[in-house]
């Protein structure tokens, strides 16, 4: 069946360094991977994605990699700010039990990153 | 700009109790509608999808019902509350194809005694 795990469950980085945080899946037929993060008491937040046909895509201070080969998904934060501090999840689109729609999200059970003044 | 409501935002109730959690989507038509529950240090749990007014999934086998009786209302319901359904329970919108790219709201924070 398929999962999605975190390699770590917190990570603490020091203001102003660079963060990775990884993870690993087993569904190979996933379209999509995506990165969800999500601040103490809030609903989750969209942070980006990659289609499963790259290995690399960039936003504003983040970056995803993807390595299909060995099913590996990662992070990566450029110069960490306070505000980073968050529980991040990871996340594949997987097939839906029911009949409606194509695919569902399946979460990673998540990081926890806390950044050090 | 689209905006997603959920309420309550915390929520008590003794087991047997039923319950009731709203939730409501601003600003798109025709949204995808999912109901999550996300229990204390896990991720998140998909408990079922909407497609559209009256097209209700279910993805898990459990004691909560959802109905949408509007095109951008959600209600997750249950008859007689466990203590095991205690957890946050978070309402997400997507559009169209983009099922990948959900936006979720504020949650509620069950505590099922």
């Known amino acids: 069946g398929e999962s999605v795990g975190l390699h770590l469950p917190t990570l603490s980085v020091q203001e102003g360094d660079n963060s990775i945080i990884n993870c690993a899946y087993s569904?190979?037929?996933?379209?999509?991977f995506i990165w969800y993060k999500q601040e103490s008491g809030k609903g989750p937040q969209f942070i980006i994605d990659i289609r499963s046909n790259m290995d690399k895509r960039q936003g504003q201070r983040v970056t995803v990699l993807l390595n299909k080969t060995v099913k590996h998904l990662s992070l990566q934060i450029a110069a960490t700010q306070p505000g980073d501090s968050a529980v991040y999840f990871c996340a594949e689109t997987s097939p839906l039990i029911s009949n409606f729609g194509n695919e569902k999200l399946t979460f990673g059970t998540g990081t926890r990153l806390t950044i050090i003044p | 700009s689209q905006t997603i409501h959920q309420w309550p935002a915390t929520l008590v109730q003794p087991v047997g109790s039923p319950l009731s959690l709203e939730c409501t989507v601003e600003g798109t038509s025709n949204p995808n509608l999912y109901w999550y529950r996300q229990a204390a240090g896990r991720g998140l749990q998909l408990l079922f999808y909407?497609?559209?007014?009256?097209?209700i999934s279910s993805e898990v086998p459990q004691n909560l019902s959802a109905s949408r009786p509007q095109d951008r209302q959600f209600i997750l319901s249950s008859k007689k509350l466990l203590l095991s359904d205690s957890g946050f329970y978070l309402c997400?919108?997507?559009?169209?194809?983009?099922?990948?790219?959900?936006?979720f709201g504020p949650g509620t924070r069950l505590t099922v005694l």
């Open positions: 997400a919108w997507s559009v169209g194809r983009l099922l990948h790219e959900q936006f």
């Open positions: 569904n190979s037929a996933s379209d999509y």
């Open positions: 909407s497609v559209g007014i009256g097209q």
